[in-house]
């Protein structure tokens, strides 16, 4: 349903969102 893929989506850019500013910051440095 676009329900699920709604929510799986939102998932993984949420993931990637984390995981591109966790690194993002860890090269700040």
């Not at 349903?1 to 929510?7: F, K, P, Q, V």
């Amino acid at each position: 349903t676009w329900l699920m893929i709604a929510g799986v989506v939102f998932l993984v850019l949420s993931t990637i969102g984390l995981v591109f500013e966790y690194y993002r910051g860890d090269f700040a440095h």
